[in-house]
């Protein structure tokens, strides 16, 4: 199948920083891209999604990015919090089709 | 709204034994999802269904069954329970096809233990 992966498997920020965390897909035909945070021992929550015909959304101190030039996808957390650290998981999906999740980035946010 | 709910919590099993991983949703959705996730790694799909009666292999349906007879319930079956199926288990639905977004809806999981 196709393959949606991430380029850190971990990423460690001072509170109050910036965290960027980043997402490759490989299927150029994907419309639709989510972006889940898991908090330990819980199930994945909704963070923010975004369509292909869209190369940014804002959200509440969370931004999307999609350039499908180079089939990248990337999530900013401003102002990083403690309650932030978590693992981030990117998915896409194709008209319809089932969410293909990639492995995650595991965010630890330093006091 | 509960959203999507499963039982158990936590289970462990002897290897051979079987058990059936509850999931139910109360939003009306088609689509309903089952995963399993390893330590350190990623949701892998084990089955899912786009409407009662109907229901499709994932990515690692082998050692499991499921059936959809309602809307709302969607089990998931492990019929001779294998060390290698130990994994926390989530169930998910979502609107899709009702011209919702993608957004699928994570049940909190089932922890198991297969020794």
């Known amino acids: 199948g196709e393959n949606v992966g991430l380029h850190l498997p971990t990423l460690s920020v001072q509170e109050g920083d910036n965290s960027i965390i980043n997402c490759a897909y490989s299927?150029?035909?994907?419309?639709?891209f989510i972006w889940y945070k898991q908090e330990s021992g819980k199930g994945p929550q909704f963070i923010i999604d975004?369509?292909?015909?869209?190369d940014k959304r804002q959200g509440q101190r969370v931004t999307v990015l999609l350039n499908k030039t180079v089939k990248h996808l990337s999530l900013q957390i401003a102002a990083t919090q403690p309650g932030d650290s978590a693992v981030y998981f990117c998915?896409?999906?194709?008209?319809?089709?089932?969410?293909?999740f990639g492995e995650g980035t595991q965010l630890t946010v330093n006091p | 709204n509960a959203g999507v709910t499963q039982t158990p919590k936590f289970r462990i099993l002897k290897i051979g034994q079987s058990m059936t991983l509850q999931c139910a949703q109360d939003m009306n959705h088609n689509y309903m999802y089952w995963y399993r996730q390893d330590p350190g790694m990623g949701l892998k799909l084990i089955y899912y269904?786009?409407?009662?009666?109907?229901?499709d292999k994932g990515e690692v349906p082998n050692g499991y069954n499921v059936s959809r007879s309602t809307t709302e319930d969607f089990p998931l079956r492990l019929e001779l329970a294998a060390p290698s199926q130990t994994s926390v288990y989530f169930c998910?639905?979502?609107?899709?096809?009702?011209?919702?977004?993608?957004?699928?809806?994570f049940g909190p999981g089932t922890r198991l233990t297969v020794t």
């Open positions: 998915a896409e999906g194709a008209s319809g089709s089932r969410l293909t």
């Open positions: 299927n150029s035909a994907s419309d639709y």
């Open positions: 998910a639905s979502s609107g899709l096809g009702q011209g919702s977004s993608y957004e699928q809806y």
């Open positions: 269904s786009v409407g009662a009666g109907i229901t």
């Open positions: 975004i369509r292909s015909n869209m």
